[in-house]
C-alpha cells in the first residue's frame, strides 16, 4: 500500500531533550516535507527537500533540523526542544514540486514540557 | 505570505451549494485544495495551474483566477461527508507550498 509513515504518534517529552521524529515513504517520491500544525494557524512549513542530500527551509524552520540521505526518509530533529514546539506535525511527499498534490502522513502530536 | 481563506466558517444542510475562496497578494504559480476531516491528516482534492482552468472532482470543483490571484472552490449539492477543514496551499514557485488558515465546513442533515 502506498502511504507515507511517522513515527512515533504520540510523544511527551520534557524541554532540552533531543528528539527525532521519523518519517518515511514507499512511492519513490522526490519532494517531501515537513509542516506543523496549530490551531488557528493552519499548516506551515518547517523543511522541504527537493531530492536526496537537497533540502530547504520553509516558513518557521527555527529549532528543527532535517536531513536526507535517503531517498525515501526524512527524519525531523529537535535538537532542545521547548514548549513552543508542542504542536501536531505532518510529514508529505509528492513525485514532483510542479503540478502535484502532496501525500501526508497520519501527523505526530508532540508535546514539551 | 499565508493566503486570506473565506469564510472562516460555513454550516450548511445537505443539497446545499458553498463556495470558499483564497486570497494571495503574490503572483501564483499554483493553487492547491486539501480536505482535513478532524483528527486525520489532510486529503490532496486538486490542483490549479497559472492559466485559469478550472476542474472538477465529481460535485467539487475549483477555478483559478491568476490576473486577481485569487482561486475559489465550490461544493455543490453538499453531502454529510464533505464536512472538515478546507485548506488552500499557493505556490509562488516551484517549490514552497504555503497554506491557508483553512475554511471549516460543516454540513448537517
Known amino acids: 500500500e502506498a502511504q507515507v509513515t511517522q513515527n512515533p504518534r504520540y510523544l511527551i517529552t520534557v524541554t532540552g531533550k533531543k528528539l527525532t521524529v521519523t518519517c518515511s515513504q514507499n512511492m519513490n517520491h522526490e519532494y517531501m516535507s515537513w509542516y506543523r500544525q496549530d490551531p488557528g494557524l493552519g499548516l506551515r512549513q518547517i523543511y522541504y527537500s527537493m531530492n536526496v542530500e537537497v533540502t530547504d527551509k520553509g516558513d518557521v524552520p527555527e529549532g528543527y533540523k532535517v536531513s536526507r540521505k535517503e531517498k525515501r526518509n526524512f527524519p525531523l530533529i529537535l535538537e532542545s526542544p521547548s514548549p513552543n514546539q508542542t504542536s501536531l506535525y505532518f510529514c508529505?511527499?509528492?513525485?514532483?514540486?510542479?503540478?502535484?498534490?502532496?501525500?501526508f502522513g497520519p501527523g505526530t502530536r508532540l508535546t514539551v514540557t | 505570505q499565508q493566503p486570506v481563506q473565506s469564510p472562516q466558517a460555513v454550516i450548511l444542510r445537505e443539497g446545499e451549494d458553498a463556495v470558499i475562496n483564497c486570497s494571495s497578494s503574490k503572483a501564483l504559480y499554483s493553487v492547491h485544495w486539501y480536505r482535513q476531516k478532524h483528527g486525520e491528516a489532510p486529503v490532496f482534492l486538486m490542483i490549479?495551474?497559472?492559466?485559469?482552468e478550472q476542474k472538477g472532482h465529481e460535485k467539487i470543483s475549483a477555478s483559478f483566477n491568476e490576473k486577481k490571484q485569487q482561486s475559489s472552490l465550490y461544493l455543490t449539492a453538499s453531502q454529510l461527508s464533505y464536512s472538515g477543514t478546507y485548506f488552500c496551499g499557493t505556490q509562488k514557485d516551484a517549490d514552497k507550498l504555503i497554506f491557508g488558515t483553512g475554511t471549516r465546513l460543516q454540513v448537517f442533515p
Open positions: 490549479l495551474l497559472k492559466g485559469g
Open positions: 508529505a511527499s509528492s513525485p514532483g514540486t510542479s503540478g502535484i498534490g502532496q501525500y
